[in-house]
């Protein structure tokens, strides 16, 4: 660790993205303990000025030899760059903490969420890099870790309504255009995305696998398993991109174990850490994306029993993808790990 024993230094890869710059408003927000803060990114963006904590930083090149005396590198570049680099900086000494999908679904790699399972964060040892979840299962889980430990969850429907930001900048620039350009009665072009996504809803995040299902909903699958160290949950996801800037949305069906009634969830949600309950619908309120951007809780609400099934429950979550979806949870676990390990 550093000379000061209460402080850190700490490298971002990928400083000047979305949510590199997320990471660096997080840092700031939280007042993380920096003691050195080195930005890292590419070429064309070595050299720019970067204001933090009152002070402006140069970025630097991300390579494998930026990383001497660091001590936690938090990654946002791409998984390319993290399975390039991510092993360089862990061999000089940082633990890594991976925002891509390079890493998580690697067995010897804790995937973690620390309002569900920071002891999973004793495993960084073995090779110093721990994964940060995709979106979408970070939200989730922070909504069903307290259902899961008071009675269990046997089978999840999952329906997802993500953001353009998920995507990143050019998408968010494809979705303004689109709409100035039907206000305008002009034609709309579509270059990210195969089809127009202005007042559309695409079902397809992320390529088709053989299954007939898309990469974005089989890690949905994937990680809450592994996050939840439990293969025997059934779940099934539908994934869809939705015009919406900021702020992924999801409709999610727990078929429990044994029986809960909706007021004990409400009660577990309501003291859950990560979590605000917003479930009110006589007086119209409810989550919703416009109300997460900038906000490091997840939002539940439209609780409900699934009258179909004997041990139903229907839950609304939303959150901010950018914040709890990436930036936010990378920072909770520095935390953790400090915690844990300082």
């Known amino acids: 660790?550093?000379?000061?024993?209460?402080?850190?230094?700490?490298?971002?890869?990928?400083?000047?993205?979305?949510?590199?710059?997320?990471?660096?408003?997080?840092?700031?927000?939280?007042?993380?303990?920096?003691?050195?803060?080195?930005?890292?990114?590419?070429?064309?963006?070595?050299?720019?000025?970067?204001?933090?904590?009152?002070?402006?930083?140069?970025?630097?090149?991300?390579?494998?030899?930026?990383?001497?005396?660091?001590?936690?590198?938090?990654?946002?570049?791409?998984?390319?760059?993290?399975?390039?680099?991510a092993p360089a900086a862990a061999a000089a000494g940082a633990v890594v903490i991976d925002n891509s999908s390079a890493y998580r679904m690697d067995p010897e790699i804790p995937l973690v969420v620390p309002e569900v399972n920071s002891h999973a964060i004793a495993a960084h040892s073995k090779h110093g890099i721990i994964a940060n979840p995709n979106c979408s299962t970070i939200q989730m889980l922070v909504a069903l870790k307290p259902i899961l430990d008071k009675v269990g969850i046997k089978r999840l429907v999952i329906s997802t309504y993500q953001a353009v930001s998920g995507t990143g900048a050019k998408a968010i620039e494809e979705l303004d255009s689109q709409v100035k350009a039907y206000a305008e009665t002009k034609e709309m072009k579509a270059s990210v995305y195969p089809?127009?996504?202005?007042?559309?809803?695409?079902?397809?995040?992320?390529?088709?696998?053989?299954?007939?299902?898309?990469?974005?909903?089989?890690?949905?699958?994937?990680?809450t398993r592994k996050i939840f160290e439990d293969n025997t949950i059934g779940i099934t996801a539908t994934a869809v991109r939705v015009p919406v800037f900021y702020g992924h949305s999801e409709a999610v069906n727990i078929e429990t174990k044994s029986k809960i009634t909706v007021a004990e969830v409400k009660e577990l949600l309501a003291n859950a850490p990560g979590v605000k309950l917003v479930d009110d619908p006589a007086n119209l309120k409810y989550p919703m994306a416009i109300d997460c951007a900038g906000n490091f809780e997840t939002l539940v609400g439209r609780i409900r029993e699934d009258e179909s099934i004997d041990n139903g429950i229907n839950l609304w979550v939303v959150s901010d993808n950018i914040l709890k979806g990436a930036a936010l949870n990378a920072v909770q676990i520095a935390e953790s790990f400090v915690a844990q390990y300082k």
Not at 4 to 16: C, E, P, Y
Not at 25 to 44: G, K, T, Y
């Open 1 to 85: 660790m550093s000379e000061n024993s209460q402080k850190f230094n700490v490298a971002i890869a990928g400083a000047t993205g979305a949510v590199g710059g997320a990471m660096l408003d997080v840092l700031q927000r939280r007042n993380f303990p920096i003691n050195e803060l080195r930005l890292l990114a590419s070429e064309r963006s070595v050299g720019k000025k970067i204001n933090f904590r009152g002070q402006e930083l140069e970025v630097q090149l991300l390579s494998k030899d930026a990383f001497e005396g660091i001590d936690i590198a938090l990654f946002s570049a791409g998984a390319q760059r993290s399975l390039d680099f």
């Open 195 to 223: 089809h127009q996504i202005a007042f559309n809803c695409l079902p397809h995040i992320d390529s088709f696998l053989e299954n007939g299902y898309t990469k974005e909903e089989m890690k949905m699958v994937n990680e």
